[in-house]
């Protein structure tokens, strides 16, 4: 019984047809075109809510993690193991892989190769990695990058920290390299004529600067000699190509060139160069030879100034092209990336062991003093 009082009605006691739609026979009350309208969208709205259930239990690409599977990354580099510098650039790319969701062990692993020897040693090395099948391959040196082009035109290969990528033939365009590879410069060609103004500055009276590198491992030095070549003029400064391609050699450079007064040292980018900091540092305090450096970690181990691009940044950088690569993205659509941070840093200390008066302005203009 239903007790609803006043005009509602309760479902029992409707009228037969109004409460299934038929007559007494079975027959439909409703017409025959509203039969088929109703039908179809019946059909729709089943079709849809099974669709809606397929979609919400199936895994989606678009928000899945990068969890799908272990990527392996390869990793060849001109340094030894031990070196704390390259040590701290591999922390700064491991850590802008963990904030973008790549952690090792979990969904990524990075195979190394340290390889301070010659170039047959690097092609060892790149052969060895290039067998393994990585999804990506990081070149942390230019002889490490050299030899991985050799060895593959198919992996991608993301090139971190080098010079003059163009000129070396790893890529046919800046802006849309093409190919298997990429990656992150750490100088520019300028910085030739900026060293030797900021050596000017530092110390007024040099008229002679040695710009070091090893021909082996910075093939493209000559580019900074030119550079050099053609600003030292205009700050009275005789620039002087010095290459070494080992420690006796070095020594021998710099010895040879200190014989000789008012002179001064430009150290270039060259991992062969950053590999022997301790050996040269100990060298321009032997000699008493001002000199300008490329790397805060020279100034930090006691050489005098560095000007230059800061590779931590550039690593903890290229961890989004090591992000987007393993996603799916093709290295040769992705433009080779400047530096954007740079560092200038004074070394008060060795200022003062080599009788120098460092310019007020240059020290307000530095980024880092280290007393």
């Known amino acids: 019984m239903c007790s609803s009082p006043g005009p509602t009605r309760c479902a029992n006691e409707l009228p037969w047809a109004l409460r299934t739609g038929m007559d007494e026979t079975g027959g439909s009350l409703i017409p025959q075109r509203f039969q088929i309208e109703f039908l179809g969208r019946r059909r729709e709205l089943i079709t849809f809510v099974g669709g809606v259930g397929a979609w919400l239990l199936a895994p989606h690409a678009a928000t899945a993690q990068p969890s799908d599977r272990v990527r392996r990354i390869a990793m060849l580099s001109g340094f030894?193991?031990?070196?704390?510098?390259?040590?701290?650039?591999?922390a700064a790319l491991q850590?802008?892989?963990?904030?973008?969701?790549?952690t090792e062990g979990r969904n990524v692993s990075i195979e190394f190769r340290w390889g301070t020897g010659g170039a047959e040693q690097m092609r060892k090395f790149a052969r060895e990695l290039v067998?393994?099948?990585?999804?990506?391959?990081?070149?942390?040196?230019?002889?490490a990058v050299t030899a991985l082009v050799q060895e593959t035109k198919t992996i991608p290969i993301l090139f971190v920290n080098i010079v003059d990528p163009l000129g070396r033939g790893f890529i046919s365009n800046m802006a849309r390299p093409g190919g298997n590879v990429t990656g992150f410069l750490n100088f520019e060609f300028s910085m030739g004529g900026k060293w030797l103004e900021t050596l000017k500055r530092i110390a007024p009276a040099i008229k002679r600067v040695a710009l070091v590198f090893n021909p082996d491992t910075a093939p493209f030095a000559g580019s900074f000699v030119r550079v050099a070549e053609v600003a030292a003029p205009s700050f009275g400064i005789e620039p002087i190509a010095t290459a070494a391609h080992d420690d006796g050699e070095?020594?021998?450079?710099?010895?040879?060139?200190?014989?000789?007064?008012?002179?001064?040292?430009?150290?270039?980018?060259?991992?062969?160069?950053?590999?022997?900091?301790?050996?040269?540092v100990a060298l321009t305090a032997r000699y008493?030879?001002?000199?300008?450096?490329?790397?805060?970690v020279f100034a930090a181990s006691g050489g005098l100034i560095s000007d230059g691009g800061?590779?931590?940044?550039?690593?903890?950088?290229?961890?989004?092209?090591?992000?987007?690569?393993?996603?799916?993205?093709?290295?040769?659509?992705?433009?080779?990336?400047?530096?954007t941070k740079f560092e200038l840093v004074i070394n008060l200390k060795t200022a003062k062991a080599l009788g120098l008066e460092v310019p007020p302005m240059l020290v307000?203009?530095?980024d880092e003093?280290?007393?």
Request: charged fraction near 25%; aromatic fraction near 6%.
């Open 80 to 90: 030894a193991a031990t070196d704390p510098e390259a040590q701290a650039r591999v």
């Open 95 to 102: 850590q802008g892989l963990k904030e973008l969701g790549w």
């Open 131 to 143: 067998d393994l099948k990585p999804d990506l391959i990081l070149g942390m040196t230019t002889p």
């Open 250 to 280: 070095l020594e021998r450079a710099v010895a040879d060139f200190a014989a000789k007064p008012a002179g001064g040292l430009i150290v270039l980018p060259d991992s062969f160069t950053t590999g022997h900091r301790d050996l040269i």
């Open 288 to 296: 008493r030879l001002p000199a300008v450096y490329p790397l805060r």
């Open 310 to 339: 800061d590779p931590i940044d550039i690593f903890r950088r290229a961890a989004s092209y090591v992000d987007r690569i393993l996603k799916g993205a093709n290295p040769g659509d992705l433009p080779v990336q400047a530096p």
């Open 364 to 366: 307000a203009r530095a």
């Open 369 to 371: 003093v280290i007393e």
